[in-house]
């Protein structure tokens, strides 16, 4: 049984998106973290960077039980294992994790920072949040080079690389981005809206997830309790 800790982010929606994709039957256990869940000693065992999502693999590697955390490892562990949305070709393999770790060093970073400062920041500061959505722009300029020539982000099939990046330009409205000014990408997008499993994963815990505009949320996400030392 794999058992999912996960909460309803662009994050959590990569790992939700490819178990649906995979067909695996799993258990999502809800880590609230506007309510703070993600401190609990429980998931920090599991989770040490105190993010989500998290997941344990009752049939590991060797058969034992194995946890993982970072959702990028997730989604390549879950892919090789079941040899499925990642290429067999070595080299189209390291051409599709390349664009993987383009998501997970610069989409997700920067476009979680433009959300932050054009969204969550308790005052506004112009010259973040022209840093940020310059750098959300640039970022979608790459992907539209990149699919203007190719069908699917990370090589020529729907992998994980695609699976990773499509969560995070859903709330492209809130990084100051016009769609529009990106046919490929927007072409890509739609195409992958459409995939009935896409549409499962990202309604897994949708219903639970609450506006993050109270001040313990803000302390949870923003603030002391972020950053306070755990033992």
């Not at 256990?29 to 993600?38: F, K, L, M, T």
């Not at 290429?87 to 959300?115: C, I, K, N, S, T």
């Not at 020529?156 to 492209?172: F, G, H």
């Not at 809130?174 to 994963?201: H, L, S, Y």
């Amino acid at each position: 049984m794999i058992d999912v800790y996960s909460w309803a982010t662009p994050n959590g929606h990569k790992v939700h998106i490819l178990l649906e994709e995979l067909g695996l039957p799993y258990q999502v256990h809800p880590v609230d973290i506007g309510a703070g869940d993600q401190f609990k000693p429980e998931f920090l065992r599991i989770s040490p960077n105190n993010k989500v999502p998290a997941l344990v693999d009752s049939d590991g590697p060797d058969g034992k039980p194995i946890a993982l955390f970072e959702s990028g490892a997730i989604l390549i562990y879950l892919a090789e294992k079941y040899n499925r949305f990642v290429p067999a070709d070595l080299r189209e393999r390291y051409e599709m994790l390349q664009w993987l770790m383009f998501q997970m060093a610069g989409v997700g970073p920067m476009l979680g920072q433009a959300h932050h400062f054009r969204i969550y920041a308790p005052e506004p500061v112009p010259y973040a949040i022209d840093r940020y959505t310059n750098e959300a722009k640039r970022l979608y300029g790459v992907l539209d080079r990149r699919l203007a020539e190719n069908p699917w982000v990370g090589c020529n099939e729907y992998s994980i690389a695609d699976m990773a990046i499509w969560p995070w330009l859903r709330s492209w409205k809130n990084q100051g981005v016009e769609m529009t000014d990106f046919p490929n990408v927007a072409a890509w997008f739609e195409k992958i809206d459409q995939r009935e499993a896409v549409q499962r994963g990202v309604k897994v815990l949708t219903e639970l997830r609450k506006p993050l505009l109270d001040e313990a949320a803000r302390r949870n996400l923003f603030g002391d309790q972020q950053y306070a030392r755990r033992s």
